[in-house]
């Protein structure tokens, strides 16, 4: 059976209230639960490249340094460079 292309949603947000500082935020709304074990490791290994963290508090993964284009732009290069789809909150040019 082919592998499927994992797909994802980068919903972004704004985290900037309360304690928390967010240079920038998503959450995913595309189901991960049928993803693999090593696509989860991909997945995190991405977000820690690009700069972002799961922010338990608010169910969303949040960057807090660097500038926000920059690191929204980091986060969808890193994702296709592994493979992923992004299906929703690509913001590369022509994307």
Same mark, same amino acid.
């Given at each position: ?27 995913? $709304?595309?189901? %991960? ?13 991405? &977000?820690?490249? +690009? *700069? =972002? ?7 969303? $993964?949040?960057? %807090? ?13 890193? &994702?296709?460079? +592994? *493979? =992923? ?11």
């Amino acid at each position: 059976m082919p592998q499927k292309t994992p797909q994802i949603e980068l919903r972004w947000r704004d985290e900037n209230y309360g304690s928390v500082y967010a240079v920038a935020a998503f959450r995913n $709304y595309a189901g %991960t639960f049928d993803w693999s074990e090593p696509t989860h490791q991909r997945f995190r290994g991405c &977000l820690k490249r +690009a *700069g =972002f963290a799961f922010h338990y508090g608010r169910c969303s $993964y949040i960057a %807090t340094k660097g500038e926000r284009a920059e690191r929204k732009r980091a986060l969808c290069d890193e &994702l296709a460079a +592994a *493979g =992923f789809e992004i299906i929703c909150g690509d913001v590369r040019e022509g994307q």
